[in-house]
C-alpha cells in the first residue's frame, strides 16, 4: 500500500541519539498508545490492526467492540450525569475569555518566537472549531478513551502549515507498529533492525474480526493526531478508557433497576383469592363449576381502537388477576380473601448501593447524586476531601488532553519553518496549557488563600527582623515569586512617588509624609 500523508524528515547529522542506527535492543519500545506489534508482511497489516483483544467479563473481544460497550454505557443516565459533571469541571465554556491559552513563561525562547508560536496555536484552535466544540471533542476522547485528528496538508504548499484538522472516528483508524528483526549472529537472539510506524484507515469501519469490505489506506503518522487516555491492560497492551470500571457496575445497576420494575408490577396490586364451595362434585364437574362461576362474575371485555370492535378476552388469565380455588364440602363454604401486594416496594438501598458505587468506579463524588446535598465553594472547611480529589483527576485530565495541543502545535511550527523538530522535541516538555476554569469557584479560592496568608502574616509580623526576614516571608508565606517581587516593588515605588500610598485616616498617605516617618 502508498502511504497517504506527509511526513517531517531530518538529516542524517540530525538524528537524535535515540534513533543512532548502531543501537541494538531485541525489546520494542512500549508506549501508552497500545499500538499492536505485527509482521512485517503486507498480508497481516489489516488483520493485524485490531489483532490484540481485550477480554472483559462482559465478553469484549477486540478494540472495535470495546469503544461500542463504553458509549453504549455512557447513555446510560447516571454515567451520562457523572460524565456531564467531568467534562463541565474541565471544559468551562460560560465566559467569553478562551477555553485554553498557551503559556510559554518557562520556554527559552526569544519573544518573536513566542508571539509566533502564540498565533500558530489559536490558528489551530480556529481550525478545530474548539471554542465552539470543546465539550463535545473533550466528551468523545473521555467515553472513546482515544481520539483521533487527520492534519490536513497541501503537498503542494506544505510551508503554508495545516490547512484544516478533521477529527476520524476511531472505529475507522488504528495505529499499527511494524517491527522488523534480524538474528545477532554473535549473540543469537533476535534484534530489532527497523521500527516502522503508520496508521490505517477504512472508510466502512473495521468489523469484530479486523477487516472490512471497504477501502483501506496506509498513512503517514506525521499525517495524524492520536492522543489516548493512557491506561493500558498490561495483560493485553490494550488501551482502556476511564469507562473500563464502570462497565460491569453499570450492568449491574440496569438490572436491578429492572428487577425492580418486575417485582413492582407482579407485587404491587392487591389480588383476591375466591374459594368456591363445590360440594361432593367429582372432580371433572367440580372443574366445570368453578369455570362456570369464575366466567360469570369475571368482567373482561376489551374494545380494539383499531377494528372499533369488542372483543370477550375472559378465557384468558393474567398474573395479576384473582386466584379461583375449588373448596370441598366440609370446608368453611365459600369465601373470598384478598392478598396483599408487596409491603417493602419503598426499599432501595440495593439501588441506590450500585449507583454510589458508580459514581466511585468514574471517580466521581458520591454527595454529587444527592440532589439536596448541596456544595459549599465558600469557605476551605466546607470543600471535602472527594471534591480535593475530584479536583486533581481532572486537572490530570487536562494534562492528558493537552497532548493534543502539543502535536498539532509542533506539527504547525516545524512545517512553517518557525522551529525545527529537534527544537520542538527540546522544549516541548515546558509548555503549559492553562484552561479557564469556573470563575465563580476560583474566585472564592484566590479570597480564602489570600485571607489565610494575611492572617498568617500578621501571626508572624513581630517576629520579622528576629526570626524571619522580609525576603523570607514573601517567598514562603505570602507565596510570591521572584517575578511577582519584582513586579510589587516597582508598584509600590511608583506609588510612592505618584503620592499614593495607604494611611490609616483617609485610606490614602503622601511620598512626604512616608519620608517624614521614616526620618
Known amino acids: 500500500m502508498d502511504i497517504f500523508g506527509f511526513e517531517i524528515t531530518r538529516k542524517k547529522d540530525e538524528l537524535r541519539a535515540s534513533e543512532v542506527k548502531t543501537a541494538k535492543s531485541f525489546v520494542p519500545q512500549v508506549d501508552d498508545d497500545g499500538t499492536p506489534i505485527v509482521a512485517q508482511q503486507a498480508g497481516y497489516i489489516a488483520g493485524g490492526a485490531y489483532g490484540a483483544y481485550v477480554d472483559m467479563e462482559g465478553g469484549i473481544k477486540n478494540e472495535v467492540e470495546l469503544i461500542r460497550r463504553y458509549r453504549e454505557t455512557s447513555l446510560v443516565p447516571e454515567c451520562d450525569a457523572a460524565i456531564e459533571d467531568i467534562v463541565n469541571e474541565c471544559i468551562t465554556s460560560d465566559s467569553a475569555d478562551r477555553i485554553v491559552t498557551l503559556d510559554l513563561r518557562d520556554v527559552k525562547l526569544s519573544d518573536s518566537i513566542k508571539t509566533k508560536m502564540q498565533d500558530e496555536f489559536y490558528n489551530i484552535l480556529s481550525m478545530m472549531k474548539f471554542n465552539q466544540n470543546s465539550h463535545e471533542i473533550f466528551r468523545k476522547w473521555y467515553v472513546d478513551g482515544r481520539i483521533y485528528f487527520h492534519k490536513v496538508v497541501d503537498s503542494k504548499r506544505t510551508k503554508a502549515g495545516l490547512v484544516d484538522i478533521r477529527q476520524v472516528d476511531p472505529l475507522k483508524i488504528k495505529k499499527v507498529r511494524n517491527i522488523e528483526t534480524d538474528k545477532d549472529k554473535k549473540e543469537g537472539v533476535n534484534v530489532i533492525k527497523k521500527v516502522e510506524e503508520f496508521y490505517i484507515f477504512n472508510d466502512k469501519g473495521f468489523d469484530k474480526t479486523g477487516t472490512n469490505e471497504g477501502t483501506t489506506v496506509r498513512i503517514a503518522p506525521e499525517a495524524v493526531t492520536y492522543t489516548t487516555s493512557g491506561l493500558l491492560d498490561f495483560n493485553k497492551n490494550a488501551v482502556i478508557g476511564y469507562l473500563h470500571k464502570a462497565l460491569k457496575t453499570a450492568n449491574q445497576l440496569s438490572m436491578m433497576e429492572d428487577a425492580l420494575v418486575i417485582y413492582r408490577l407482579s407485587r404491587a396490586p392487591e389480588r383476591r383469592i375466591f374459594y368456591i364451595d363445590v360440594g361432593n362434585l367429582p372432580k371433572a364437574k367440580a372443574e366445570q363449576y368453578l369455570a362456570d362461576v369464575m366466567n360469570k362474575y369475571r368482567n373482561k371485555l376489551v374494545y380494539n381502537a383499531d377494528t372499533g370492535e369488542i372483543k370477550d378476552d375472559r378465557k384468558h388469565m393474567s398474573m395479576l388477576e384473582d386466584f379461583w380455588l375449588p373448596r370441598r364440602e366440609g370446608g368453611r363454604g365459600t369465601e373470598i380473601t384478598t392478598l396483599p401486594g408487596?409491603?417493602?416496594?419503598?426499599?432501595?438501598?440495593?439501588?441506590?448501593?450500585?449507583?454510589?458505587?458508580?459514581?466511585?468506579?468514574?471517580?466521581?463524588?458520591?454527595?454529587?447524586?444527592?440532589?439536596?446535598?448541596?456544595?459549599?465553594?465558600?469557605?476551605?472547611?466546607?470543600?471535602?476531601?472527594?471534591?480535593?480529589?475530584?479536583?486533581?483527576?481532572?486537572?490530570?485530565?487536562?494534562?492528558?488532553?493537552?497532548?493534543?495541543?502539543?502535536?498539532?502545535?509542533?506539527?504547525?511550527?516545524?512545517?512553517?519553518?518557525?522551529?525545527?523538530?529537534?527544537?520542538?522535541?527540546?522544549?516541548?516538555?515546558?509548555?503549559?496549557?492553562?484552561?479557564?476554569?469556573?470563575?465563580?469557584?476560583?474566585?472564592?479560592?484566590?479570597?480564602?488563600?489570600?485571607?489565610?496568608?494575611?492572617?498568617?502574616?500578621?501571626?508572624?509580623?513581630?517576629?520579622?527582623?528576629?526570626?524571619?526576614?522580609?525576603?523570607?516571608?514573601r517567598k514562603y508565606i505570602l507565596r510570591q515569586t521572584e517575578e511577582e517581587i519584582k513586579e510589587i516593588d516597582s508598584q509600590i515605588k511608583s506609588e510612592k512617588e505618584a503620592g499614593v500610598g495607604q494611611d490609616d485616616q483617609d485610606g490614602f498617605y503622601n511620598s512626604n509624609e512616608l519620608g517624614d516617618n521614616n526620618e
Open 342 to 473: 408487596g409491603q417493602n416496594l419503598a426499599e432501595i438501598d440495593d439501588v441506590e448501593y450500585f449507583k454510589k458505587k458508580l459514581y466511585q468506579s468514574l471517580n466521581v463524588p458520591a454527595s454529587r447524586m444527592e440532589a439536596e446535598n448541596g456544595f459549599n465553594m465558600g469557605r476551605s472547611s466546607e470543600i471535602s476531601r472527594d471534591e480535593l480529589k475530584f479536583n486533581k483527576f481532572t486537572n490530570r485530565l487536562q494534562k492528558k488532553f493537552a497532548r493534543v495541543f502539543t502535536d498539532l502545535l509542533r506539527t504547525q511550527l516545524v512545517l512553517k519553518e518557525v522551529v525545527s523538530a529537534e527544537e520542538f522535541d527540546k522544549f516541548k516538555d515546558f509548555l503549559q496549557y492553562d484552561y479557564t476554569a469556573d470563575n465563580h469557584f476560583t474566585e472564592l479560592k484566590e479570597q480564602e488563600i489570600l485571607r489565610e496568608r494575611l492572617d498568617a502574616l500578621q501571626s508572624a509580623s513581630e517576629y520579622v527582623g528576629k526570626y524571619f526576614s522580609q525576603e523570607y516571608v
